[in-house]
C-alpha cells in the first residue's frame, strides 16, 4: 500500500517520461537536432545524442527537447548539432563530441 | 531513460486492424537492433481517427503515421528510428491541403477543432500502467478530495462546474450527488454505467480503454461525496479490451491502496467490483441496468422512487455515464470556473462524440458544447465521401433523431437538439447523405428497438411492433396517407405511456424523420417510389443503353436475372431480380441504374 507521499514521488519521477510525448508547447520550445544518418552515426552521434538526452533529464531542463534527423549535407563535420531556439537564428556545431555537446547545453542553460 | 517513445494505437478500431501484431513486431525488431534501452514502444487506447488506423505516433518528434502495416516496421524503425528521417509516405495527407503530408496528430484538422477533457489520456499514456496515469496529474484529484474538501465542498464543486449527464438526458450530475448524499443510510452504492448500446456509438468504450483509472479515481471520489463504500462498474461484455483493462487498473489500484479499506491511509475505504452485463440494450436504462447488478432479469421498474432514494438493492445510489466519470476528475483539478468557460450557457463542458457513417474522418472526437454541427461535419469529419451532398445527421441513437441540413449552423447542446426533436444521447452521430432513405433510417432503428424491448409493458412491447409495420407497408409502397396520420398518432401514443426510457424514446427517429423529411414518406405512398432508390420493392434496376454487351454483370448476377446476346445490350428479368446491386458493382461503363 502507498502512502500520499509515494503517489506524489512516483508523479514526479514519471513526469519526464510521459512528458516526452507532449508536444502542444513544441514551437516555445528549445529544440535540439543531431544528425544521425549514416555519416553521423559512424562519427559518434549516438554518443552525443545520448549524452544530451541523460544531461538534460540529469539537470531537470524542462521545455528542451531532443531529436534525431538524418543527415544534413556536410558530412566531414558530422557529427553534427543544430539548435533552434525560438525566435533565434539556429545555431550549428560540428564535430561535435560528448564533452561539446555538454558545453553546448552550458550555453543554453547561460 | 528512453530517448523514443513508439505509441501503438490498441483501441478496437486499431486492434482489430492487427494493431497487437504491430506492436510485437516493433518490440521484436527494437530488440534486434539493440535498440530496446533506448526506445520504448507503448500500446496506448485509442487516437480518435479510426478512419486510418491502424495509427502510430513517435514521440518526441510527435511522427503520426497512419494505415501502418506489420510489413511496414523494418522500413519505420531503419528511417526514422535509425536515421531519424520522417517516412513521408506512412504520414497522414489532408486532403483539405490538397493530399500533403502532416507531421503530427495536432496538425491535422480533425484535431485543431477538439478539446480533449474527458478523452485527455486516450491515446497518449499506456492504459495498463498505473504510474503514467499517475504521471499526467492521476490520483490528485483524489488525494485533494481527501485531505483538502469535505463531501459537500466535493458535491458543492460539481454542481458549481454545471457538468451534466453524459449518458444523454442530461440531468445535472451535483444535484445528483447531493440527492444521495442527504439520504441518511448506512449503505449506499456508487455505479457507473458501461452499457453502451446505441449502434454507432463508441465514445464509453474508448475512454474505458485508454484511460480506465480516471473513471475509478471519479468514482472513488463520488464515493466519498455521497458516503458510499462499494462501487459497481456495469460493463458490457461484449467490450472485452475494456474490461480486461478494467479488471488490470482495478488489481493496480488495490496493490496501491487507492481502493480498498484505508485509502492512502486517510481512513476513507470504498471499493469497485465490475459487472458484466451480457448486452441487453434495456440494461443501459438505469433502473434495468441497477436490476440486473441485483441478479435479476434486466428490467426496467416504475420511478419514483429514483434511485438516489431507493436504488440497488433497494440502497441510495447514483449511477453516472463512463464519460460523466471522466469529467469529474477535471474539474476538482482545474476547478468550477475552468470547466464552466467552455460550452454554451446551459452546457457546461465538452462532449464526445463518436463520428460514423458517411463521413471521410470516422473516428472519435471531443469538442466543447456550441460548436456547430457543420464544424464537426466539415472541418473535422472532413466532409462526405465521393463529392455526395450532406442529407441529415443522426445523434442520440434509436431513442434520437435526426438533423437535416437546414439546421447545420445549430450550435450543440442538450437543449438545442432537443428543441430541434433530436436529442444528445450518449454521443453517437451517424452522418446521412442523399443515397440514404430517411423512411428507410426510421425502419432500422425502429426494428433495433422491437429487438430490444423486453416486453415488460405493451405500449412498447406491441406498440413498436405494429410500427414497424406500418414503416414495412410504407416501404413497399402499399400504405395509404391515412395509415401515416395513425402511425404519428401511435408515436405520441407510445411516447407518454411506456414505462422506460426505451419505450418513451423508441418512436423518436420516426417522428423527426417525419418532421424533416415528410416529402420522403409521401413519396413512398402516393408514387411508390423511394427518392433515394433504397428500399428494394419500389426500385428497379435497368441496363440503359450504355451498355457494350460485355456479360460481366450476368456472370456476376447470382440468380441469372441478366441475359443477352454478345456484344448487344442485356436485360434485366424483373421477376428474377432479387435487387442485390451486384452488377452495379461490377459494370465498368456504369450502364446499369435504379429507378
Redo the contacts between chains.
Sequence with gaps: MKSIADIMAIRDAMRSHVGLRDNADAEKEIHIVVGMGTCGLNAGARTVFNTLVDAIEERGLAGVRVTRTGCLGNCEDEPVVEVHVPEKDVATYKNVDAAKALEILNNIQA | ???T?I?VCGGTGCHSNNSGKIREAFEEQIKQKNLQD?VLVVGTGCFGLCAVGPII?I????AFYSGIKVEDVPEIIEEHI????LVEKFLYHEKALGNKPVK?L?DTNFYKKQTRVALRNCG??NPEAI??Y???????AL?KCL?ELDPQQVIDIVKASGLRGRGGAGFPTGVKWQFAKNQNNDTKYVCCNADEGDPGAFMDRSVLEGDPHAVLEAMTIAGYAIGSHQGYIYVRAEYPIAVDRLKIAIAQSR????L?D?I???GFAFDIELKLGSGAFVCGEETALMTSIEGHRGEPRPRPPFPAVKGLFAKPTILNNVETYANITQIILNGAEWFASMGTEKSKGTKVFALGGKIVNTGLVEIPMGTTLREIVEDIGGGIPNGKKFKAAQTGGPSGGCIPAEHLDIPIDYDNLISIGSMMGSGGMIVMDEDNCMVDIAKFFLEFTVDESCGKCTPCRIGNRRLLEYLDKITSGKATMQDLDDMEQLCYYIKSNSLCGLGQTAPNPVLSTLRYFRDEYEAHIKEHRCPAHVCKRLIQFKITDKCIGCSACSRKCPVNAISGEIKKKFDIDQAKCIKCGQCIATCKFGAIIKE
Excluded at chain 2, 514521440?59 to 510527435?62: A, H, I, K, L, Q
Excluded at chain 2, 496493490?255 to 487507492?258: A, I, S
Design positions: 531513460m528512453y530517448r517513445h505509441l533506448d505516433i514521440y518526441p518528434e510527435g535509425v536515421k531519424g528521417r503530427a495536432s497518449v499514456i504510474d503514467e499517475i504521471a499526467r496529474d492521476g490520483y490528485q488525494i485531505t496493490e496501491y491502496g487507492l480498498g484505508n492512502l491511509g486517510t
